[in-house]
């Protein structure tokens, strides 16, 4: 898995490529220590490049959700190809987890948080 990290509207977006599965997860986690011992800045995941979550990523954005509730700043999720969305759906992380269609809602939507 890719991870591509850049800045915008105050905003940390990871754009996550590939798959993030039992293999990539703790290499994920290891980079995802810093935002979330200490957010500085709202925090949005890229998946439209993703092609792929299993349970051991789910964990991640799970807890990622979890340590973003705590403070200021905002997680979100946008772009998210169908399959990898209905994961998301069938886990019921839709409910607890902000997801939008485009980068381009997420914005529009941290512009008004």
């Given amino acids: 898995m890719q991870v591509t990290v850049s800045q915008e509207n105050n905003a940390t977006i990871l754009t996550l490529s590939g798959r993030l599965d039992s293999s990539s997860a703790p290499q994920f986690e290891e980079q995802l220590t810093g935002y979330l011992a200490s957010p500085t800045s709202h925090l949005i995941f890229d998946f439209n490049d993703l092609d792929y979550i299993s349970s051991a990523g789910l964990r991640l954005i799970l807890n990622t959700a979890k340590a973003y509730r705590q403070g200021p700043f905002v997680f979100m999720t946008c772009s998210m190809q ?9 886990a019921g992380f839709d409910t607890i987890i902000t997801i939008h269609n485009t980068m381009a809602e997420t914005l529009s939507a941290l512009d008004r948080t």
């Fill in 82 to 90: 169908d399959h990898v969305l209905e994961v998301f759906e069938i």
